[in-house]
């Protein structure tokens, strides 16, 4: 796998299962990622200020301008972009 010029980043929390599961597809891909850990518990600003809602996971795709929300959306993306 050749990695993207500028890594992804995704915002996260251990325990979410929707972020579980693009992270299990973005190392099935053999993608590096920085993971943004996200307080489960604390307000969602940051992720409100990066993807205008407050769900996490996010995808933040620098290589391409993306920032996207909802799991399925982002591991049909991952497929697509990167496999
Ligand atoms: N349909 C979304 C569901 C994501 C979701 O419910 N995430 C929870 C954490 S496990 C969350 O961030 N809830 C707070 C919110 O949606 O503002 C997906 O598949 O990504």
New binding site residues.
Partial sequence: MTQPDEMLEIYQFEG????SKVRQKMTELGLDFIAKSVDPHGD?QRVKEVSDQ????VLVDPNTDTVM????DIVEYLEKQYE
């Fill in positions: 979410c299962p929707y972020c969602r407050t769900g996490v996971p929300p909802e799991s399925d």
